[in-house]
């Protein structure tokens, strides 16, 4: 394991160090075998530094050597440390594949359109709407010929409702993008429609000014999901209802593939 040099930051005020200090005796209680002595020890002279690097690094290295044969042990009965979805370190198409999949009533997870039917509720879409069964679902589905320019949409989804999912995970804004993507379904004559643009962050499409923005959001026509926030909290109802094990599993990986990895390229930004 590599370690980074790193300076401390000097503490000030007899408060917040004994805040501190408390916490990291918390933190520290039941390592047992002289670890939370050691930990108070480095702790409780209020008159020296909060921490010292040399002996947190020592503290550090003995816990390692304990807990690195137990991890190895686990890893053989569990493999803790796979994830289906890290494996394959998917891109944003491949990642609109799997959100098409997972909506797709037909598709191999066997769970019909529950997931599709989850999605609709979580954009609070008329019950009348949810025509789920029989949806059909396209990737880079193009705006052609209902809009004379060809553009091409992540995922399409017709099902009484119709929904398009723009997923920005590492492109930029096109020109009139988010906007030709609108018109487009207003010129479908959907009884109800709805296009989430989804990103690591939640932000805002710059395809829109200011005015079209606020009044696709209030109509509910656009929604601005975050891979960490609207989307997460659909995926855990997934996994929550599914039935499937398998799928199941599936879903706990994509799910731990966004708060590692996806989070921290947001975070990185």
């Not at 079209?212 to 109509?219: C, D, P, S, V």
Request: aromatic residues 10%.
């Amino acid at each position: 394991m590599s370690t980074t040099k790193t300076s401390l930051p000097k503490v000030h005020g007899s408060s917040f160090q004994s805040a501190k200090r408390t916490k990291l005796k918390r933190f520290f209680a039941g390592e047992g075998n002289g670890k939370e002595q050691t930990a108070t020890n480095l702790i409780q002279d209020s008159s020296r530094p909060l921490v010292r690097v040399p002996e947190v690094k020592e503290f550090f290295s003995q816990i390692k050597c304990k807990v690195e044969p137990q991890q190895r042990y686990h890893d053989r009965k569990c493999a803790s440390g796979f994830n289906v979805v890290k494996l394959f370190k998917p891109n944003e198409n491949k990642l609109s594949d799997v959100l098409k999949w997972l909506l797709d009533p037909g598709e191999s997870h066997g769970q019909s359109d529950l997931f599709l039917r989850l999605l609709f509720e979580h954009l609070k879409f008329d019950p009348a709407a949810q025509l789920t069964a029989n949806a059909a679902l396209q990737t880079q589905a193009s705006t052609y010929p209902v809009l004379h320019d060809r553009r091409y949409m992540d995922v399409l989804v017709k099902a009484g409702a119709w929904l398009v999912i723009e997923n920005k995970l590492d492109s930029p804004d096109q020109e009139n993008q988010v906007k030709d993507y609108l018109e487009f379904l207003n010129r479908t004559k959907a009884a109800k429609y709805a296009l989430i643009y989804l990103t690591l962050d939640g932000h805002k499409p710059t395809s829109l000014d200011a005015l079209a923005l606020k009044t696709h959001e209030q109509n509910k026509r656009l929604h601005c999901w975050s891979y960490q926030g609207r989307l997460r909290n659909w995926l855990e109802d997934c996994r929550k209802n599914c039935e499937a094990q398998t799928i199941k599993n599936f879903l706990a990986d994509f799910l731990a593939y966004i708060e590692l990895e996806l989070k921290r390229e947001s975070e990185n930004q």
